[in-house]
């Protein structure tokens, strides 16, 4: 019999004027600008294509806990069997609300009491894109996701989230398996494989994590095992659920995905042929990603100023309407 298999999403309405309001009142404790932009708020597309990607793709799915601030859209409706509307203030504590850091948001939870042991983290800017079955996720029991080893890199300034889930990491004690003959599958990918090789003798040298690539794509996680994570951690994530905003000093939800991998449960899968990216630009390709074969989807935000922005956003929502132009059981 197959597990119960459910999907945790965030959503944010980063134009609710109440939203808004609360956040200014805090804005006087952002360290770092850059990492708390507008831009970083802002609604990738609107969040019924993601829902309606659901339904076509992933009817299987046994519970959708949509985690919020506590508003929702309108049209969607609540009283849907397979929906649970989950606030901040339901699993999150109290000390550390109101948030604003999406880090916070992702990092507690495990102490959402209702969610299954099998679970996958989507935001609202990862819909799927073709059909879906519980085992693209899951194999007997063990979450699937690659394992490309990838040291930290100084590429941007948000690679600090990278360096500090690897510095956490081999901070503790716990049974790792460095060298694990799920790094060498051809499940991984030819480029993973042929990475892990070349990098298995500073592995052995150093004796420790040293990072893996991460994906921006949806994840999957068991539940004991990241609440085993936060339990053996759980200064590490005290410590970046009292940032209201984002800091260069936060660990992320990747680090859930390390641990499972230094731990050996979890199932390779290449990443480059299950999942793809759109971006809110004006990238001729995103046409033939929509089309193409990738189960889903991580739209990119951009940087562009706020008018050419929006004509790039109306491109790609029009891609996403035509797409999903159905309407879902979820709406009203």
């Known amino acids: 019999m197959t597990e119960k298999i459910d999907f945790i999403v965030t959503y944010l309405d980063g134009s609710d004027s109440k939203w ?40 299987w799915v046994n519970k959708i806990h949509i985690v919020t ?46 969610l299954a042991e099998q679970f996958v983290i989507f935001n609202d800017d990862t819909p799927l894109n073709a059909v879906t079955s519980p085992s693209d996720f899951f194999v007997n029991g063990l979450p699937k996701m690659q394992a490309f080893l990838m040291p930290p890199q100084a590429a941007t300034r948000f690679d600090t989230a990278k360096y500090n889930n690897m510095a956490a990491l081999n901070s503790v004690d716990f049974p790792k398996k460095l060298i694990n003959r799920k790094l060498y599958s051809l499940r991984n990918g030819t480029l993973s494989v042929f990475a892990n090789l070349y990098l298995t003798p500073l592995l052995r040298y150093v004796n420790r994590n040293i990072g893996f690539q991460a994906d921006h794509l949806p994840m999957a996680v068991n539940k004991s095992t990241f609440h085993a994570l936060s339990t053996l951690l759980e200064p590490v994530f005290r410590e970046t659920s009292t940032n209201r905003f984002r800091t260069r000093n936060d660990i992320n939800i990747w680090i859930t995905q390390d641990y499972h991998r230094l731990l050996g449960k979890f199932i390779p899968r290449n990443s480059q042929k299950f999942g793809a990216y759109v971006y809110i630009d004006f990238n001729s390709k995103n046409a033939a990603t929509l089309n193409s074969r990738a189960k889903v989807i991580c739209i990119y935000e951009s940087e562009l100023p706020y008018e050419e922005w929006k004509i790039a956003h109306k491109q790609l929502t029009d891609l996403f309407e035509a797409k999903f132009s159905q309407k879902s059981s979820f709406e009203k």
């Open 20 to 59: 808004l309001a609360e956040k200014r009142s805090y804005e006087n404790e952002i360290s770092d600008i850059s990492r708390n932009s507008d831009s970083r708020y802002r609604n990738g597309i609107d969040f019924k294509f993601w829902m309606r990607s659901v339904e076509k793709y992933a009817s």
């Open 69 to 114: 601030q506590g508003h929702l859209p309108e049209w969607l409706d609540i009283t849907h069997p397979k929906l649970n509307i989950v606030t901040h203030k339901d699993y999150i504590s109290a000390q550390f609300l109101p948030t604003f850091n999406s880090n916070v948001i992702e990092l507690n939870f495990d102490r959402i009491e209702e």
